[in-house]
């Protein structure tokens, strides 16, 4: 699992113990969080993938306290901005090469690709 003390869901909500774990079949994020005085806790179910040599996310399931948020409602509201966000991370995979696979386990998300020829000429 990956741990952090915070993450960036808006000025309004504040966060704190938010962390990732890698399951076989998916990811899950959890967080607490804070909005107008009011404590509760975010966990986002999402499938990783690879489409086009690039990573994308698809959300399965979304909670936020005890709502539960039916995933295809989320991922038609929210998709674009993964998309968004995840492109700056994709433009940094590109200068290194491509992505051709990723493979989930549990503790772990496994990334394979192709390295670049200037990248794999420099690495010896």
């Known amino acids: 699992s990956i741990k952090g003390q915070a993450f960036d869901l808006g000025p309004e909500v504040k966060t704190k113990e938010s962390q990732i774990l890698f399951r076989k079949d998916y990811a899950q994020f959890f967080t607490k969080i804070e909005w107008r005085g ?66 989930m386990r549990d503790g772990a998300m496994i990334l394979k690709g192709t390295l670049a020829t200037g990248v794999a000429n420099g690495i010896r």
């Open 38 to 103: 009011k404590q509760s806790s975010l966990l986002v179910n999402f499938v990783p993938e690879i489409k086009n040599g690039n990573p994308a996310l698809r959300i399965n399931k979304f909670t936020v306290g005890t709502l539960s948020l039916p995933a295809s409602i989320l991922n038609a509201l929210v998709q674009k901005e993964l998309d968004k966000q995840l492109a700056g991370f994709s433009a940094q995979i590109a200068t290194l090469g491509r992505l051709d696979s990723l493979e």
